[in-house]
């Protein structure tokens, strides 16, 4: 208690003495043993955070464990954004915080890109589809898997040979009802203090959380984030922001209330968990909400656009990808769809699902939230990636953007700081379930022509429920001053019916026919896919190309002025930044639902993607449906897909002709190392 009430007493003290607290309170403190340890989600509704974090003798004052953790995470914060600016590392879901997907490499550019060759590969011996991309972290690489979310630390060194591998044994009932495929989207990695080792952070769609040795494998804390009994999964990636891993949450289909909970990185113990819906202290909405925009609506909301509980079973729910700002100490994600989806069974703007949302990352507290598409009819799920970018307005003035391609057919961009509308344009031109966005009250003007409601079947709906723009993790190019966007070009009919809620049984009410766009073939379902060239500021494209498919995975920006991602039909492709002109492309063994990325070793710049098709677009490939209605829509509009593709799961690695530790040694992992003399 004197110790806590001498540190509260002075700022000028503390931060004099920051340098010298940083050790001291590190042993103060005790974050948990190697031993496992696990928390069931009702222990930690009980309140054993702070047992499992800190002895009886230090809970002295809320501002002593604030101060706390700011002295010890922001350590944690700064070594990973260290590691982030290295080439030769790729630390987290954007290769930085402000998830950008842009390499500041300039080894691979135009000139030489179609030199690439395959370097070396890595099969992970399952099926499904492998979203996410690879972690790089000081010479080795942690790859991740599709269900049973098994995990590989591969040397960089000898990429032949696995490090370690961990395999978790799940509950197999998370299969049934895990909404599209068995997906996961990557791992998280945080770098250790000392006496805590470097751990990998691994979700598992059975709704657990575990952290691994990043050196050695062995599980290090497991908890229950999710109960698959009433269908809550996990497939997002973990989130690393200083001492805190933020965990997501699946399961809108099957009527999940939606949440974030961060976890302390070091024990597991839960530190908050805040949800999209309900009363205001449990979605963190405290007097300073939306101050700046006050007309996107404050308090009460969460409850009083709903009829009666239906909060309770409302969606909203994240399993997309997180953004953060170190300087404002912000957490950006977005919401998800209602549920049901069926409009009719729940009158109201239904906040918050459908949310970009800004959250203080030490309480969870909910700074700003912009719903963009208040009473969702068409599943227009507002889980995408954001992307930061500081960049001048059309008055020229310089502002904290974040970017986010959304679901429903527009590409918004807000201040950062306040939640401030910048721009809200048309993903492209054929959207037509909006005239436009009305930029003094950010509410989107719908067009009713195009409007679903029961006893009625809605055609020709532009965007379908898969978007415009769905889970792929675009890439921002800072010189460019634009953003490379893998988006899809597929509408749909929508025909709504009624159903009882059952707690883990599919809670949708509508069935979907899609199809190609207007500038697909929708005679021979082709064109179902665009990749563009954004500049958001502006509003206009550099360029545009079609794709057979749906350019699911996303893509990545490097300074050596070309751009890559993968396709859905199995090509790993290159075009010309500035023209969007197509430079290489590979075949891979399956489609890619993953994005690339990039990392050097030893000199030479590699560049990496993973291949196993699957996910939304790859459901009735990967469970031979042939229903076109099936997997909510999907079915049908990808029929042509198992023409292209078939199932697969792996990673290739490219690099100019070729070089790889092998190329350069040959005897590299041979057995025995030398040949016998006779």
């Not at 949310?355 to 939230?369: I, P």
Request: aromatic share 12%; glycine share 12%.
């Amino acid at each position: 208690m004197q110790l806590a009430r001498k540190f509260a007493a002075s700022s000028s003290i503390l931060k004099k003495a920051a340098v010298s607290l940083r050790s001291r309170l590190l042993r103060a403190i005790l974050f948990g043993t190697p031993k496992q340890s696990a928390f069931s989600w009702e222990r930690k509704r009980e309140g054993l955070l702070m047992k499992a974090h800190l002895k009886s003798g230090l809970l002295a004052s809320a501002s002593f464990a604030a101060l706390v953790g700011f002295v010890v995470g922001a350590s944690a914060n700064d070594k990973l954004i260290e590691l982030s600016k290295s080439n030769e590392n790729w630390v987290m879901t954007g290769r930085t915080y402000g998830s950008d997907n842009y390499s500041p490499m300039t080894q691979i550019n135009k000139d030489n890109v179609k030199d690439l060759r395959v370097a070396w590969s890595f099969s992970t011996g399952l099926l499904h589809g492998h979203e996410g991309t690879p972690r790089v972290v000081n010479g080795v690489m942690y790859i991740n898997t599709s269900f049973p979310n098994n995990v590989f630390a591969l040397d960089l060194e000898n990429p032949g040979k696995i490090k370690w591998q961990y395999k978790p044994k799940q509950d197999p009932a998370a299969r049934s009802v895990a909404c599209c495929d068995l997906v996961n989207r990557g791992l998280a990695y945080w770098p250790g203090d000392g006496k805590t080792p470097p751990l990998i952070i691994n979700n598992q769609l059975d709704g657990h959380v575990v952290a691994l040795n990043a050196e050695t494998g062995e599980e290090y804390w497991k908890v229950e984030n999710s109960d698959i009994k009433v269908g809550s999964t996990l497939t997002i990636a973990p989130f690393v922001v200083k001492d805190l891993v933020i965990i997501g949450s699946s399961g809108a289909e099957l009527g999940v209330r939606g949440y974030a909970t961060a976890y302390n990185v070091k024990t597991g113990a839960q530190v908050w968990r805040k949800y999209a819906t309900g009363p205001d202290e449990e979605i963190g909405i405290g007097d300073d909400f939306n101050k700046a925009n006050p007309h996107y609506g404050q308090k009460g909301l969460g409850t009083a656009t709903w009829e009666g509980d239906a909060w309770k079973i409302g969606g909203g729910t994240n399993w997309g990808w997180y953004a953060y700002d170190p300087d404002l100490n912000l957490i950006y994600y977005g919401s998800g769809n209602p549920s049901p989806w069926n409009e009719t069974m729940r009158p109201g703007d239904n906040k918050w699902t459908m949310t970009m949302m800004a959250r203080d990352a030490d309480t969870g507290e909910l700074k700003w939230g912009y719903q963009k598409t208040p009473h969702d009819e068409w599943d227009y799920a507002g889980v995408n990636v954001m992307m930061l970018s500081d960049q001048k307005d059309k008055s020229g003035k310089l502002r904290k953007l974040v970017t986010h391609p959304d679901r429903n057919g527009i590409i918004y961009t807000l201040d950062r700081t306040d939640g401030s509308l910048v721009s809200a344009d048309k993903i492209d031109d054929t959207v037509n379930v909006w005239t436009h966005v009305d930029l003094k009250t950010g509410i989107p003007v719908r067009d009713p022509e195009y409007g679903t409601r029961m006893d009625h079947k809605a055609t020709n709906v532009c965007p379908s429920a898969m978007g415009y723009h769905d889970q792929a993790h675009d890439s921002y190019d800072p010189d460019r001053q634009v953003f490379f966007l893998a988006i899809n070009h597929i509408c749909m009919d929508w025909e709504p019916f009624m159903l009882p809620y059952r707690a883990g049984q599919f809670f949708v009410g509508a069935t979907l026919w899609m199809y190609p766009g207007p500038k697909g073939d929708r005679q021979n379902y082709l064109g179902l896919g665009q990749v563009k060239a954004r500049n958001v500021i502006t509003g206009k494209d550099k360029w545009a190309i079609m794709e057979r498919f749906a350019a699911w995975g996303g893509t990545m920006a490097t300074k050596g002025g070309v751009m890559f991602y993968g396709t859905l039909d199995g090509y790993l492709k290159a075009r010309d930044s500035d023209s969007g002109k197509l430079l290489w492309k590979f075949k891979l063994p399956s489609g890619a639902i993953g994005y690339p990325m990039t990392y050097e070793h030893k000199g030479t710049q590699y560049v990496a993607i993973y291949y196993g098709v699957g996910g939304w677009p790859g459901v009735g490939l990967v469970f031979d449906l042939n229903d076109p209605t099936a997997g909510l829509g999907a079915v049908g509009a990808f029929k042509n897909l198992q023409n292209w593709t078939q199932m697969g799961g792996g990673m290739l690695v490219f690099s100019l002709d070729g070089k790889s530790p092998y190329s350069e040694n040959v005897n590299l992992d041979e057995y025995p190392p030398e040949m016998p003399k006779l």
